[in-house]
């Protein structure tokens, strides 16, 4: 994904409007929810259709108004670079003018979706430290306004004295750090297992239910018609038959979700910046500066995580595609591969050996967390769909992750972080710099108050969703101890961090 940067001038700063392009694409964007619409309409019609002489011109009237729509959004959105923000603009009835401070301004990055490929277009996504995904967002401009557009950001956050730790020079020469060929990329979908089909499937057959005649109720009893029949035929070479198959598109669908995401991946580095690209239909491309980097989380899966393989991902200030707003800057990598990445983002290593370990309580909130309550919502459920009962199976799976988690949680102070390492089955190890420790909060359920335990959230800058580096159960005297000299180191290294650090 590269493209000449165009010169810039005082033009800038007028308004500017998207690419026209991007009415064609985000109308054909929609144009498969009306494909799929056609077994409803016929449903609706009992068969009959509709005379050519009403159906073409009702289509047509649609996708005039789907067009005409299309370009009253387009025609109402502005943007222009100002000195020192970013100014977007859009709606018809209700006006919204949003201003973006230069100094907020924490990352660019770049994006193309299959059709913005083909349209030769791009989105361009101006994120902030404050958490909105759609805080500023460019949906759809010529790529080469899209490197434009990032440079003259780049320059605009110079002028407000973070430019140069935020980009750098784009021209300069960038390292490569980390790439997946093919064949890992292949390799480490084996470990994304994904019964994500059965899903699909399932919500298939419900939106086919007006076309083809069938209702919930009567896809209910086809199952336990289907019930009946497997429970007179029940034997090994079945079960082992159907076994394999949910496996066999498990893992293809796990090989498929993996390639489609991280196709051609390739980290680089120049000066304080990280930059990588991936996808095979959606390409993105985001840079990542050094500065922005509030902790460093290394994964290591339950059977890839035996065999050497691990996660690197960092949390930053603009967020990312995760929900959890993290960047992921080697996917699946050695221990070997991640250790230069790490020391090049400017996080302490890993030290397993200082951590401690929490109460004895979190096996047991573990035991009814995990094991007792699943136990009877699937005893409850064997009730109305005597198959659920298969899933009791689970219950030793659980048993033993939760007879662990203690074992495997743990934590701890290091001269220059804070450390948490969490997880049975996928193993989480966070280390977590003191400067950049925004609030620490102890949190005390009923049955924690019950047991004197508590937890302590650890939170940073731009963190939100699940897996964020929380110590769960702790004795009461322990928490207040951790969080007292947690704090004080927190405030030390701020004290002595220069001012235009973190």
């Given amino acids: ?94 006006r919204t003018r949003r201003s973006i401070p230069a100094e907020r301004i924490q990352d660019v990055s770049i994006k193309q979706g299959l059709l913005s490929r083909i349209f030769g277009l791009a989105e361009v996504r101006i994120e902030t430290g404050g958490g909105e995904a759609e805080e500023g967002r460019l949906d759809s401009v010529s790529l080469s306004e899209a490197h434009r557009l990032r440079r003259v950001l780049r320059e605009i956050r110079s002028g407000a004295g ?50 083809l005649g069938y209702g919930w109720d009567a896809w209910m009893d086809m199952l336990g018609v289907a019930e009946q029949a497997w429970r007179s035929r029940l034997d090994a070479g079945l079960l082992l038959g159907v076994v394999g198959l949910a496996i066999g598109l498990g893992l293809a669908a796990g090989i498929v979700r993996t390639v489609l995401r991280n196709f051609g991946f390739r980290l680089t580095h120049a000066g304080t910046r990280f930059r990588y690209r991936r996808g095979l239909l959606t390409r993105t491309e985001v840079a990542v500066a050094r500065r922005q980097i509030q902790l460093g989380l290394v994964e290591r899966g339950a059977v890839s995580g035996r065999l050497g393989w691990r996660a690197f991902k960092v949390q930053t200030l603009g967020g990312g595609d995760e929900v959890s707003g993290r960047q992921e800057l080697a996917p699946f990598a050695r221990a070997a591969e991640i250790e230069p990445v ?126 964020r580096p929380h110590v769960h159960d702790v004795d009461e005297d322990e928490a207040a101890a951790f969080v007292g000299e947690l704090v004080a180191r927190a405030e030390r290294f701020r004290r002595a961090a220069p001012p235009n650090a973190g």
């Avoid at 165009?6 to 109308?27: C, M, N, Q």
């Avoid at 298969?390 to 701890?412: D, F, I, N, Q, S």
């Avoid at 966070?430 to 925004?438: A, D, L, M």
């Fill in 1 to 94: 994904m590269t493209a000449p940067d165009p010169s810039t001038g005082a033009e800038s700063t007028a308004p500017r409007r998207l690419d026209p392009r991007t009415i064609v694409v985000r109308s054909l964007q929609g144009s498969p929810s009306l494909i799929l619409a056609v077994p409803v309409v016929l449903a609706w019609s009992r068969g009959e259709g509709f005379p050519l002489g009403i159906l073409l011109p009702g289509v047509a009237l649609l996708m005039t108004i789907t067009l005409f729509l299309g370009w009253l959004r387009w025609r109402v959105f502005t943007y222009s670079i100002l000195p020192g923000q970013v100014v977007i603009a859009h709606g018809l009835v209700k």
């Fill in 162 to 211: 973070v430019g140069a730790e935020a980009g750098g020079d784009p021209e300069e020469a960038e390292a490569l750090l980390f790439r997946m060929g093919v064949p890992r990329l292949v390799f480490s979908g084996l470990f994304r297992f994904s019964l994500v089909w059965i899903a699909a499937i399932f919500g298939l057959l419900q939106y086919l239910d007006p076309a």
């Fill in 342 to 467: 790490i020391a090049l983002a400017g996080l302490p290593p890993f030290e397993p050996s200082g951590l401690r370990s929490v109460s004895s309580w979190h096996a047991v909130s573990g035991l009814l967390g995990l094991v007792a309550a699943p136990a009877l919502i699937v005893l409850a459920a064997t009730a109305v769909f005597p198959l659920a009962g298969l899933l009791l199976a689970a219950l030793p799976v659980l048993l033993a992750v939760a007879l662990l988690r203690r074992r495997c949680h743990r934590y701890g102070l290091a001269p220059t972080s804070v450390q948490v390492s969490r997880g049975v089955l996928i193993r989480r190890d966070w280390t977590i710099p003191y400067g950049n420790v925004q609030a620490v909060t102890v949190t005390r359920g009923p049955l924690q108050r019950r047991f004197g335990v508590a937890t302590v959230r650890i939170d940073t800058a731009g963190g939100r969703g699940l897996h």
